[in-house]
T-cell receptor, first 116, second 116 residues
Framework: AQTVTQSQPEMSVQEAETVTLSCTYD???????LFWYKQPPSRQMILVIR??????QNATENRFSVNFQKAAKSFSLKISDSQLGDAAMYFC?????????????FGGGTRLMVKP | GAVVSQHPSRVICKSGTSVKIECRSL??????MFWYRQFPKQSLMLMAT?????????EQGVEKDKFLINHASLTLSTLTVTSAHPEDSSFYIC????????????FGAGTRLSVL
């Protein structure tokens, strides 16, 4: 079974600075998808960024980028120029290749605090 | 991104009553929907996966007679908590995935259930 581990229960960053959230996973599959979701105080889950395992290039979405190390099974999220609105729970998630039955496996989450 | 509507956002009920939560995909057809439960400061726990027109697949430890799931159409899934008890109080989140480009799950805003 796949597992996703987020080793940092809480992180703190100064506004405008950069922070990196860690995520490791365990799988025997060669093709899969990885995601970072944000859950602000409203509890609405928001997709931040996703990465296809077959792509070597790291995904980037504006201030958000990932460092995907397939051999190490590591998938960290870097947030640049942190903003107060980035404060939230961040969940790393794994999913195997698309089929009707596959579901997301979530990590335990990292609470990010942004200091003004 | 795609929109998933979840209703109600908050419900308070008496012990012994049943509560129905609706999850609708507003601008896409969801061949697969997922129901999660989230305890305070914890990650999302998958309860069940439902495919349109077939019986839901429940995760180990989730009582199917307690949590009735119906996925009668490609845009609607419902979760009914039957004979609710205080220990069922939690935050329930639905998620939907379309049949095309099916590697992104979109989430509803969640339902906070409080059983008195």
């Amino acid at each position: 079974a796949q597992t996703v581990t987020q080793s940092q229960p809480e992180m703190s960053v100064q506004e405008a600075e950069t922070v990196t959230l860690s995520c490791t996973y365990d799988t025997s599959e060669s093709d899969y998808y990885l995601f970072w979701y944000k859950q602000p105080p409203s509890r609405q889950m928001i997709l931040v960024i996703r990465q296809e395992a077959y792509k070597q290039q790291n995904a980037t979405e504006n201030r958000f980028s990932v460092n995907f190390q397939k051999a190490a099974k590591s998938f960290s999220l870097k947030i640049s120029d942190s903003q107060l609105g980035d404060a939230a729970m961040y969940f790393c998630a794994y999913r195997g290749v698309p089929n009707a039955g596959n579901m997301l496996t979530f990590g335990g989450g990292t609470r990010l605090m942004v200091k003004p | 991104g795609a929109v998933v509507s979840q209703h109600p956002s908050r419900v308070i009920c008496k012990s012994g009553t049943s509560v129905k939560i609706e999850c609708r995909s507003l601008d896409f057809q969801a061949t697969t929907m997922f129901w999660y439960r989230q305890f305070p400061k914890q990650s999302l726990m998958l309860m069940a996966t439902s495919n349109e027109g077939s019986k839901a697949t429940y995760e180990q430890g989730v009582e199917k007679d307690k949590f009735l799931i119906n996925h009668a159409s490609l845009t609607l899934s419902t979760l009914t908590v039957t004979s609710a008890h205080p220990e069922d109080s939690s935050f329930y989140i639905c998620s939907a995935r379309s049949g095309e480009g099916a590697n992104i799950q979109y989430f509803g805003a969640g339902t906070r259930l409080s059983v008195l």
